[in-house]
Structures are given as structure tokens and as C-alpha cells.
């Protein structure tokens, strides 16, 4: 079968589901261009000069490395210019950055964590982009923070790339999640996945154990029942992954199943998780939900929060349904 890019791919969408218009065309072609440009950074490591740390810290309090600081420029370049967006919102910066007024605004609004796992990057461990778009509200010419500040059920697009043996976009605009693989050759994605289904039972999950003495004991119980395997209640056996790279570790859960868990732990008891809901734990719960999947907070749908600031955290449960549910109802329970 002659293989179909991304840009027809969207085309196609377009065309025949009436899903997506020109501009949200543009940005989810302008945004897999920049993850080209990033894969192609992150490919070089050591010879490219952009290993290590930025001697900077972003909003979150974290040492950047060059990579973050790069990844993050490029994005911004990219987008900018197009008209087809009003502001954009990223992890690396602690306020909205504007359109420059010398390029005409469109009616969109981005979000990105433009290298998501960078702690891993010197390591030569996958990372990855996450990207989340909303429509900016009416009438709005000057979005200010409470503009991004939208549930997640209000996304109209999401996606990820995975930088790994081979980087692959993973995208959803509502109508099923599909995979595009990056042809170096060539230099464009190519589809490579359609309609992605995440099974609904799994023996697999992921989560950092070294934080078990820190968990809630809903959070305890969940893991205990898991690690009790065949003799225990769960009635079989549980293998555990932890890249310590969101994109990686919920990529494995699109391909095979899961369960990918950040929980809420008293190591830091004012923060309700590590993960960010805007542009992390919100663009992958839609992914995840695209697919067949479930994503909660352990108290609520991921895509219902009402979000109250542009870099909060939320506690993450997300992949294999029935195991988001189980453990969803086990925080239930203790409320
Ligand atoms: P820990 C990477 O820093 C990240 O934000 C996610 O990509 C990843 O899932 C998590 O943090 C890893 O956290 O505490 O295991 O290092």
C-alpha cells in the first residue's frame, strides 16, 4: 500500500470527517515539524553539544537542560508565524507567550511540555512532546492565563512524539488515536497506526515504587493486590515497567496495555502529584480515552477537572480501563 503522510492524512480528515479546519491543519503539521527539528537534536547527543544542563531553572523549579531550553525555541519559532494561533502556553515558561504582533493571531491556543523526561536524555533514555490544543475563547484578542485555564473535555486536539529507536506522533482529533512514524529518509511522518486500542485488562503497570512508604492506603492496596499475583486476589501475575518518561511509558500503554500511575504521595503533601494536568496528564487523557482507555485523577475523570492554574498537578492513573476503574474506586472508597 503506498504509504500516506501525516499532511494527507489530515487532508483526508478534513475533507471527508469535517473534524478539523485549515488553521488546526496547519498548527498539527507546524507543531510535527518542530518534533522533527527536536528528534533530530536529540539524535545528535553528545555531538550535537546539547547535553547536560542549561545552568537555568524553569517556572517549576527544575535545572533545565540545553535540550529543554532548545526544544522548547523551537516550538515557539515554529508556531508563531503561521496565524494560526492566539497564544501558547509551555512547561518551560511561567507565563502565556504572546504572538508576537508583527504576525496576525488565529482562534487556537497550545500547550506543550516540549521535552517531557529530559532528566533521561543524558542517560540516552526515550523522551518526548506532548501538545495540547484549545480554542481560544471568543472575542478574546490578548489571552491571559485564565483563557488556557479550559477542562480537558474542551481539547480539540492532542499528541505526543516519542523519541526513541524510531520517533513516532501519536495524535487524536477527536475521532480515534492514530500513529505516524518519521521516514528519515524522506524526513515526514508517515502513517503507521490506525485507531489505536488500548486492551481494557492488562498485567502490566507502571509506577515508581521507591515513593511505596509515601502513598495513601488506597494507593498501598492497589499495588499490594498486584504484587500478591496468582495466589493473591487479583488472581494472576503483574509485570512492572518504569521508563521515568511519561511519553515513553504511556506509548508502551497505546501498543500493548497498562496502567501508567503518578499518585498524589505525603513526600510532598501540599502538591497533589508530580505531573502537570495542562500539558501532560489532560493531551494524554484524551489520547488514552480515544483509544478505549480510562484516565482519573483517583477522585474524578482526568478531562473534568477545572483547571485553577496554568502548571498545576494532578495525581495520574491512566491505560487499561478496567484497572483505572478498580483503582479509581479503591480512592473512592476511603473518601
Ligand atoms: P520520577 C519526567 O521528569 C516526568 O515528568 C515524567 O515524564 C515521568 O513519568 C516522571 O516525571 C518520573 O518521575 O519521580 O520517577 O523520576
Known amino acids: 500500500m503506498k504509504p500516506i503522510s501525516l499532511t494527507r492524512f489530515l487532508i483526508e480528515e478534513q475533507r471527508e470527517l469535517g473534524r478539523i479546519n485549515s488553521d488546526l491543519r496547519l498548527l498539527i503539521e507546524v507543531v510535527s515539524r518542530a518534533c522533527k527539528a527536536i528528534s533530530i537534536a536529540v539524535g545528535k547527543g553528545a555531538l550535537g553539544g546539547v547535553l547536560g544542563s542549561a545552568h537555568s531553572e524553569n517556572i517549576q523549579g527544575e535545572v533545565q537542560k540545553k535540550l529543554d531550553v532548545l526544544s522548547n525555541e523551537i516550538l515557539l519559532e515554529a508556531n508563531e508565524w503561521g496565524g494560526h494561533l492566539a497564544a501558547i502556553a509551555s512547561e518551560e515558561m511561567e507565563h502565556p507567550h504572546a504572538i508576537p504582533h508583527r504576525y496576525p493571531k488565529g482562534e487556537y491556543l497550545l500547550l506543550f511540555d516540549p521535552l517531557d523526561g529530559s532528566s533521561n536524555i543524558d542517560v540516552n533514555i526515550s523522551v518526548g512532546t506532548i501538545f495540547s490544543v484549545l480554542r481560544c475563547p471568543d472575542g478574546v484578542k490578548e489571552p491571559t492565563e485564565a483563557d488556557f485555564l479550559q477542562p480537558g473535555t474542551r481539547q480539540l486536539a492532542a499528541g505526543y512524539a516519542v523519541y526513541g529507536p524510531s520517533t513516532i506522533l501519536v495524535l487524536t482529533t477527536g475521532s480515534g488515536v492514530h500513529s505516524f ?3 528519515r529518509e524522506v524526513g515526514s511522518f508517515v502513517l503507521t497506526e490506525r485507531n489505536l486500542r488500548i486492551p481494557v485488562e492488562t498485567q502490566e503497570f507502571a509506577i515508581n515504587m521507591s515513593n511505596i512508604r509515601h502513598w495513601e492506603p488506597p494507593m498501598k492496596r492497589y499495588i499490594e493486590e498486584l504484587l500478591a499475583g496468582k495466589t493473591g486476589p487479583r488472581g494472576k501475575n503483574f509485570n512492572m515497567r518504569w521508563v ?10 497505546m501498543t500493548r496495555g497498562g496502567i501508567f500511575i503518578y499518585p498524589r504521595d505525603l513526600k510532598q503533601p ?7 494536568l495542562m500539558y501532560e496528564a489532560n493531551p494524554m487523557a484524551f489520547i488514552v480515552e480515544q483509544a478505549g482507555g480510562a484516565a482519573s485523577t483517583g477522585e474524578q475523570r482526568m478531562l473534568e477537572v477545572q483547571p485553577t492554574s496554568l502548571h498545576q498537578r494532578v495525581p495520574v492513573f491512566m491505560g487499561s480501563k478496567a484497572e483505572v476503574e478498580r483503582v479509581s474506586a479503591y480512592h473512592r472508597e476511603q473518601q
Open 181 to 183: 512514524t518519521l521516514d
Open 244 to 253: 521515568a518518561s511519561m511519553v515513553a511509558d504511556v506509548h508502551r500503554i
Open 270 to 276: 501540599l502538591t497533589p502529584g508530580k505531573l502537570r
